[in-house]
């Protein structure tokens, strides 16, 4: 939930706190509540910190500024324990000196408890948080063993729930300490530096290679050296891998937002997420998956476990996969998933799906499913995340860096490697659906150059978005694979415009929603492919006379050459023909595209929206 920064090296293009404060930029996505540095100052750490974005971090710095210094830790904060505020805000500071800062991302769960025994011994605390609790706890181990990394395997052992922790100590100069429990944290591996981060993003500007950290691992960084430890004690080693993609890749790239860059990526995030996953003869290869062929023809249910935009990504998922593998398939929210005694046994293929990889509902739902025996797969766009790692086996989506909150571009490859795997699994099991593999993959191959197509057509409907800025409520209406899309459609127009929405099976209008339908009431139809089966086109053109007949104003996404929706359309919205299965990765588009430019006409802010974070990290 929150982001986190360490540094120690040389000075790069200014101090220690230049390298931290461009990875909070990087990492402000994951949490903007505050933020806050720790430096060493001889012997003693200057803290900066202050609620609120980072801007007022830096006027904080400016105003009274750092001094130079090759060891620093920074924190963009999403506010868990005790509100946004200055003395909420991280580092904090630990021991009767003061002398040791730490930084926390997660949620200790007997905190509570650790406090009262602390403040039994006399410490007094500054803050509302469980991060502080850790603090002190380091530093007492601290002052009994002398060393930054012992303290903090001290710590760690009375601690629970999930964390990731980075101390300085003002006695060890030149050393960085982290330790991570269900929470991210890699590790940026340079030359006479080295760097800690939430994610990659944290240091790519300086390094693209990067180290993943298994479960309850301690690491300790030095200019020129990285050790790895566990829980327990024991010498550990790190997995080293490149990252492929650079800077760049993580900056507007000219574009007024994020969210508007990640929506213009999405014919890459569609196509990288494809690459090298055939053969010469097209057949699917996914190598990666680790689980024998043999089990997974023996596969007698899916359960697709997501949250949010993923669990919407996993809907879409459900229609084609059943389709192709006539294995039954269920979309279960994560955080519902484990709690409601889910019938699972070693048949069950359960996918999990999260851009991170690091969300706890989904984390802890893939941790039931293992226990229950089942087959593990976890769809995922971060390498090293813990997600995969908790997972019998991973299938790597290849969108790039989101950074934006509302995700766009991870929702399409989500998508795409959903397709991938339920391909794969009825090539592997053959029957009618091994027939279609080749063909969809053909028709797969040509969805990034479509969706160009669908991003080219947009400014009819950036007119519409600015045009309805001042609307108080959108309904969104779909069948069949447009009944997900209607209910993302609806997601984002909440998440950054914060306004009414609400998506709908069309088919549910009867019986119930279309009381809601009165005279100017905006209202998206996504209408199926005339190819889709169960004349499903036909009932959907009738759904939209319903609603025009009371008044609503209709905007109708619908195919190339679909003339049926004219007469009954207040405004077309055109994506090229597809298969129908496929339609959600261009249907999609136009109501990111509606939502992104409503918000802005708001003067939103569309990359950090109000109450949300990047990456939920917390039950």
Same mark, same amino acid.
């Given at each position: 939930?929150?982001?986190?920064?360490?540094?120690?090296?040389? *000075?790069?293009?200014?101090?220690?706190?230049?390298? =931290?404060?461009?990875?909070?930029?990087?990492?402000?996505?994951?949490?903007?509540?505050?933020?806050?540095?720790?430096?060493?100052?001889?012997?003693?750490?200057?803290? +900066?910190?202050?609620?609120?974005?980072?801007?007022?971090?830096? /006027?904080?710095?400016?105003?009274?500024?750092?001094?130079?210094?090759?060891?620093?830790?920074?924190?963009? +904060?999403?506010? *868990?324990?005790?509100?946004?505020?200055?003395?909420?805000?991280?580092?904090?500071?630990?021991?009767?000196?003061?002398?040791?800062?730490?930084?926390?991302?997660?949620?200790?769960?007997?905190?509570?408890?650790?406090?009262?025994?602390?403040?039994?011994?006399?410490?007094?605390?500054?803050?509302?948080?469980?991060?502080?609790?850790?603090?002190?706890?380091?530093?007492?181990?601290?002052?009994?063993?002398?060393?930054?990394?012992?303290?903090?395997?001290?710590?760690?052992?009375?601690?629970?729930?999930?964390?990731?922790?980075? #101390?300085?100590? #003002?006695?060890?100069?030149?050393?960085?300490?982290?330790?991570?429990?269900?929470? !991210?944290?890699?590790?940026?591996?340079?030359?006479?530096?080295?760097?800690?981060?939430?994610?990659?993003? /944290?240091?790519?500007?300086?390094?693209?290679?990067?180290?993943?950290?298994?479960?309850?691992?301690?690491?300790?960084?030095?200019?020129?050296?990285?050790?790895?430890?566990?829980?327990?004690?024991?010498?550990?080693?790190?997995?080293?891998?490149?990252?492929?993609?650079?800077? #760049?890749?993580?900056?507007?790239?000219?574009?007024?937002?994020?969210?508007?860059?990640?929506?213009?990526?999405?014919?890459?995030?569609?196509?990288?997420?494809?690459?090298?996953?055939?053969?010469?003869? $097209?057949?699917? &290869?996914?190598?990666?998956?680790?689980?024998?062929?043999?089990?997974?023809?023996?596969? *007698?249910?899916? =359960?697709?476990?997501?949250?949010?935009?993923?669990?919407?990504?996993? &809907?879409?998922?459900?229609?084609?996969?059943?389709?192709?593998?006539? @294995?039954?398939?269920?979309?279960?929210?994560?955080?519902?998933?484990?709690?409601?005694?889910?019938?699972?046994?070693?048949?069950?293929?359960?996918?999990?799906?999260?851009?991170?990889?690091?969300?706890?509902?989904?984390?802890?739902?893939?941790?039931?499913?293992?226990?229950?025996?089942?087959?593990?797969?976890?769809?995922?766009? *971060?390498?090293?995340?813990?997600? !995969?790692?908790?997972?019998?086996?991973?299938?790597?989506?290849?969108?790039?860096?989101?950074?934006?909150?509302?995700?766009?571009?991870?929702? =399409?490859?989500?998508?795409?490697?959903?397709?991938?795997?339920?391909?794969?699994?009825?090539?592997?099991?053959?029957?009618?659906? /091994?027939?279609?593999?080749?063909?969809? &993959? +053909?028709?797969?191959?040509? @969805?990034?150059?479509?969706?160009?197509?669908?991003? $080219?057509?947009?400014?009819?409907?950036?007119?519409?978005?600015?045009? &309805? #800025?001042?609307?108080?409520?959108?309904?969104?209406?779909?069948?069949?694979?447009?009944?997900?899309?209607?209910?993302?459609?609806?997601?984002?127009?909440?998440?950054?415009?914060?306004?009414?929405?609400?998506?709908?099976?069309?088919?549910?209008?009867? %019986?119930?929603?279309?009381?809601?339908?009165?005279?100017?009431?905006?209202?998206?139809?996504?209408?199926?492919? !005339?190819?889709?089966?169960?004349?499903?086109?036909?009932?959907?053109?009738?759904?939209?006379?319903?609603?025009?007949?009371?008044?609503?104003?209709?905007?109708? @996404?619908? %195919?190339?050459?679909?003339?049926?929706?004219?007469?009954?359309?207040?405004?077309?919205?055109?994506?090229?023909?597809?298969?129908?299965?496929?339609?959600?990765?261009?249907?999609?588009?136009?109501?990111? =595209?509606?939502?992104?430019?409503?918000?802005?006409?708001?003067?939103?802010?569309?990359?950090?929206?109000?109450?949300? /974070?990047?990456?939920?990290?917390?039950?």
């Amino acid at each position: 939930m929150c982001g986190i920064v360490g540094y120690v090296g040389p *000075t790069q293009n200014g101090t220690a706190s230049d390298v =931290v404060m461009e990875g909070l930029a990087r990492l402000e996505y994951r949490g903007y509540d505050s933020a806050g540095i720790a430096t060493l100052d001889g012997d003693t750490v200057a803290i +900066r910190k202050r609620s609120g974005k980072l801007i007022n971090l830096r /006027a904080e710095i400016d105003a009274h500024p750092l001094p130079p210094t090759t060891t620093a830790i920074g924190h963009t +904060r999403w506010a *868990t324990h005790g509100g946004p505020t200055d003395n909420n805000a991280h580092p904090h500071r630990g021991g009767f000196d003061g002398r040791l800062a730490l930084i926390h991302n997660g949620i200790i769960e007997n905190f509570h408890s650790l406090k009262t025994r602390l403040v039994d011994t006399g410490v007094s605390f500054s803050s509302e948080t469980d991060t502080e609790v850790a603090a002190h706890l380091v530093a007492a181990a601290y002052e009994r063993t002398g060393d930054l990394t012992e303290a903090m395997r001290a710590a760690v052992a009375h601690l629970e729930g999930a964390f990731t922790l980075l #101390a300085i100590h #003002a006695d060890q100069p030149g050393v960085v300490v982290g330790a991570r429990r269900n929470s !991210p944290l890699v590790v940026g591996l340079g030359e006479g530096a080295n760097y800690l981060g939430s994610d990659v993003a /944290a240091f790519i500007g300086h390094t693209r290679e990067a180290m993943e950290l298994g479960q309850d691992q301690i690491v300790t960084i030095t200019p020129t050296s990285v050790s790895v430890i566990g829980f327990d004690g024991t010498p550990a080693e790190g997995k080293a891998y490149h990252v492929d993609w650079d800077a #760049a890749a993580a900056e507007k790239g000219g574009f007024p937002s994020f969210m508007e860059k990640e929506i213009q990526d999405q014919p890459h995030a569609v196509g990288d997420t494809l690459l090298g996953r055939t053969d010469a003869q $097209g057949r699917l &290869m996914l190598d990666e998956l680790r689980i024998s062929e043999e089990s997974l023809r023996e596969v *007698t249910k899916i =359960v697709i476990i997501a949250c949010g935009t993923s669990s919407y990504a996993g &809907m879409v998922a459900k229609y084609a996969i059943e389709h192709w593998t006539r @294995i039954p398939c269920e979309v279960e929210l994560a955080h519902e998933f484990r709690y409601r005694d889910p019938v699972v046994d070693q048949r069950t293929l359960v996918i999990s799906l999260s851009q991170s990889g690091e969300t706890m509902d989904t984390l802890m739902a893939v941790k039931h499913a293992n226990e229950l025996g089942a087959l593990t797969v976890a769809i995922c766009n *971060t390498h090293g995340s813990t997600i !995969p790692r908790e997972s019998d086996a991973v299938l790597y989506t290849h969108a790039g860096p989101e950074i934006a909150v509302a995700s766009t571009k991870a929702f =399409v490859a989500q998508i795409t490697a959903c397709y991938l795997l339920g391909l794969y699994l009825a090539q592997l099991r053959g029957g009618a659906g /091994a027939g279609q593999v080749q063909q969809v &993959m +053909r028709d797969l191959h040509d @969805i990034p150059a479509k969706i160009e197509t669908v991003l $080219g057509r947009m400014d009819r409907v950036r007119e519409i978005a600015r045009f &309805m #800025a001042d609307t108080r409520s959108v309904l969104f209406l779909g069948r069949h694979v447009g009944f997900p899309i209607a209910l993302e459609g609806a997601l984002k127009l909440k998440e950054i415009a914060y306004i009414h929405a609400e998506g709908f099976a069309a088919g549910e209008l009867k %019986h119930g929603p279309i009381a809601l339908i009165e005279p100017g009431q905006p209202v998206f139809v996504i209408v199926p492919s !005339p190819q889709t089966p169960h004349d499903l086109h036909a009932k959907v053109v009738s759904n939209i006379q319903e609603i025009r007949a009371r008044g609503a104003r209709t905007l109708v @996404i619908a %195919h190339d050459g679909d003339d049926d929706v004219v007469p009954f359309a207040d405004e077309v919205i055109r994506v090229p023909e597809c298969p129908p299965l496929l339609a959600p990765l261009l249907t999609i588009v136009p109501l990111q =595209v509606f939502a992104c430019e409503l918000a802005s006409a708001k003067g939103l802010d569309v990359d950090q929206p109000r109450n949300l /974070a990047k990456s939920v990290t917390v039950e």
